[in-house]
């Protein structure tokens, strides 16, 4: 939460919001999931001032002596501010995990365009994020990656979230002092007024949902990827929302610094297609509706027979299959006892309304 609120802050100037976001994302992995030694190693770098940039594309191989090699291309590298990476790399025996690389290790070559190429670059294994937690249980690649996301998502769209109010209230400035023909402020004519109305409901519809998900992260024991998913989706329409806000500026849309704000929200949305993001959503959908199902045959089996846990949970379960397959539904049981209920209720409110 708090940091969604100091990213929406840096909403004046997305780039650096987005490195803000980058970092932030790495260094909640990192503490989340890191060792000893690399969350001392960011923590003070991260105090001195320095950042870390988590890269999480393929395209590096860790070999069975310790040693990474590969190339590939992330922004923001070529700042004097970034001093290590946390990469993902795959195993020479298989699967993955990721690796705090500093940045200006021997074997690290860094071009200008942000490409870069590892050479054999010496990485002990305190420098990889462990199988297993303290407590014992085994730590997913996946997880990470998804966490690592997740969190770059969320705080990107919160600075989304920051420019947009930071544009609208520049707008607003901006139409009190134009005029129509009659003489009269543009902010007050009845077609501007309205349209900016329309558009700061849907800076509140981003607010809300950046808002409860920050609210409801730290503690949840789910996957919220269709939520952060859905926040982003809003916060790709972005350049649509900015094209009607300065609709009514005339030629100052094209000038400095509406024109550059419009080219960098263009460059976000751009990033992840509006397709990849609907697909998230309705892939996470599908897997809460199997776990959910999963769930609910485990309890039927360790529920007694004949007992209420056994009734309730068979009572649900029909419901879902009978009457309406694609909602869950747990205020009734049998679809027959829920119209019995809805029409004892319906006489009773009839009498009491008679009296």
Not at 265 to 281: G, H, Q, S
Not at 302 to 308: G, I, K, T
């Amino acid at each position: 939460m708090l940091k969604s609120a100091l990213i929406q802050g840096l909403g004046t100037n997305l780039p650096f919001a987005f490195l803000f976001a980058a970092h932030s994302s790495a260094i909640d992995t990192i503490l989340k999931y890191g060792t000893k030694k690399q969350i001392d190693i960011v923590s003070i770098d991260a105090v001195s001032g320095f950042t870390t940039v988590p890269y999480f594309e393929s395209g590096l191989f860790y070999s069975e002596n310790g040693k990474v090699s590969g190339s590939g291309s992330l922004r923001f590298l070529t700042s004097g501010r970034v001093t290590n990476i946390l990469a993902k790399v795959q195993l020479e025996s298989g699967g993955e995990t990721y690796a705090l690389i500093p940045k200006n290790a021997r074997g690290v070559e860094i071009k200008p365009c942000g490409e870069f190429t590892l050479s054999d670059v010496d990485i002990p294994l305190d420098a990889l994020i462990p199988t297993k937690f303290i407590s014992g249980e085994e730590i997913i690649s996946q997880d990470v990656t998804q966490y690592l996301q997740d969190t770059i998502h969320l705080l990107e769209s919160s600075a989304i979230l920051g420019c947009m109010r930071e544009r609208f209230d520049a707008a607003c400035h901006s139409y009190s002092y134009l005029k129509d023909n009659t003489g009269r402020t543009l902010l007050k004519t009845d077609l501007v007024s309205l349209s900016l109305t329309n558009l700061m409901s849907e800076i509140y519809s981003l607010e809300s949902i950046i808002t409860c998900i920050c609210g409801k992260r730290p503690w949840s024991s789910e996957s919220l990827a269709a939520e952060i998913a859905a926040a982003r989706l809003l916060a790709n329409s972005s350049v649509r929302w900015y094209d009607e806000l300065v609709s009514f500026l005339g030629p100052i849309q094209f000038e400095q610094p509406w024109k550059t704000h419009r080219e960098e929200l263009a460059a976000f949305c751009a990033k992840i297609p509006n397709n990849d993001l609907e697909m998230t959503i309705g892939l996470r959908g599908f897997q809460a509706a199997l776990a959910q199902s999963a769930n609910m045959e485990k309890r039927i089996f360790e529920a007694v027979p004949l007992s209420r846990e056994f009734r309730r949970i068979m009572g649900w379960k029909a419901n879902w299959r009978k009457t309406h397959p694609e909602l869950v539904s747990f205020g009734h049981g049998f679809s027959f006892s829920s119209k019995i209920c809805d029409s004892n209720q319906s006489i009773l409110m009839t009498t009491r309304t008679n009296k």
